[in-house]
T-cell receptor
Framework: SQTIHQWPATLVQPVGSPLSLECTVE??????LYWYRQAAGRGLQLLFY??????ISSEVPQNLSASRPQDRQFILSSKKLLLSDSGFYLC???????????FGEGSWLTVV | GESVGLHLPTLSVQEGDNSIINCAYS??????FIWYKQESGKGPQFIID?????DKRQGQRVTVLLNKTVKHLSLQIAATQPGDSAVYFC???????????FGTGTRLKVLA
C-alpha cells in the first residue's frame, strides 16, 4: 500500500531563518506531488505541484520554493522566513492519471 | 498547534442520528469532487469521491450527492458516531487541470 511521510511535524523558526520541509511517498512510482498551506478557518491553498522529477509548477508567488530531487521526494523551502509564512503545511500525492489526492499528516510551522 | 478550523460553521448531531453536510462549489466545469475528514492537528483523510457524470455514490455509512444544476454537493453520514467528530470539507477539481479548490469546511460535533 502507499504511504506518505512528512516531517518535521512541528517547527518553530525565527524570522529570517531558512526552512526545509520534506515529504516522501512510498509504494508508488511517478506520483503527482503537491504542497498545500492551510490557514485557520480557510480552505487549502495550493502552493506547488509536480508531475515529475525537476518539474515544479508554482501557483502563488511567495517566499517559498519547492524541489523534487527524486521521484518520490518533494521538498518545500524558504531562504528567509516571514511571520506570514506561519501555518499548517500539507504534502499530498496522487497517482499519475488519477484524480484522488491523498494527504500527509502535515507540518505546523510557527515563525516567531 | 493552532487549530485550522477556529470559526467554521458547526453541525451538532445526536449520536446515532444521520448527518448531512453541505457544500456549494464554484465552477460548473468541475469534473470531480472529493469529501475529506480532518481531525484536529492531522492531515485531511479521503472519505468518498464522485465524478460529475454521477449524481450519487455510496460508501460505507457515507453517501455523496451531487446536484450540478445548483452546484451543490452533500455528504450524508448514517448512524453518526463519536469518532465522526471532525471538520469535513469538499474539494472540486477543475476539468483538465490538477487544480483543486477546497471549501473551508464544516465542523461536525457528535453529542453523546
Amino acid at each position: 500500500s502507499q504511504t506518505i511521510h512528512q516531517w518535521p511535524a512541528t517547527l518553530v523558526q525565527p524570522v529570517g531563518s531558512p526552512l526545509s520541509l520534506e515529504c516522501t511517498v512510498e509504494g508508488t512510482s511517478n506520483p503527482n506531488l503537491y504542497w498545500y498551506r492551510q490557514a485557520a478557518g480557510r480552505g487549502l491553498q495550493l502552493l506547488f505541484y509536480s508531475v515529475g522529477i525537476g518539474q515544479i509548477s508554482s501557483e502563488v508567488p511567495q517566499n517559498l520554493s519547492a524541489s523534487r530531487p527524486q521521484d518520490r521526494q518533494f521538498i518545500l523551502s524558504s531562504k528567509k522566513l516571514l511571520l506570514s509564512d506561519s501555518g499548517f503545511y500539507l504534502c499530498a500525492w496522487s497517482r499519475a492519471g488519477s484524480n484522488t489526492i491523498y494527504f500527509g499528516e502535515g507540518s505546523w510551522l510557527t515563525v516567531v | 498547534g493552532e487549530s485550522v478550523g477556529l470559526h467554521l460553521p458547526t453541525l451538532s448531531v445526536q449520536e446515532g442520528d444521520n448527518s448531512i453536510i453541505n457544500c456549494a462549489y464554484s465552477n460548473s466545469a468541475s469534473d470531480y469532487f472529493i469529501w475529506y475528514k480532518q481531525e484536529s492537528g492531522k492531515g485531511p483523510q479521503f472519505i468518498i469521491d464522485i465524478r460529475s457524470n454521477m449524481d450519487k455514490r455510496q460508501g460505507q455509512r457515507v453517501t455523496v450527492l451531487l446536484n450540478k444544476t445548483v452546484k451543490h454537493l452533500s455528504l450524508q453520514i448514517a448512524a453518526t458516531q463519536p469518532g465522526d467528530s471532525a471538520v469535513y470539507f469538499c474539494a472540486e477539481k477543475y476539468s483538465g487541470t490538477y487544480k483543486y479548490i477546497f471549501g473551508t469546511g464544516t465542523r461536525l460535533k457528535v453529542l453523546a
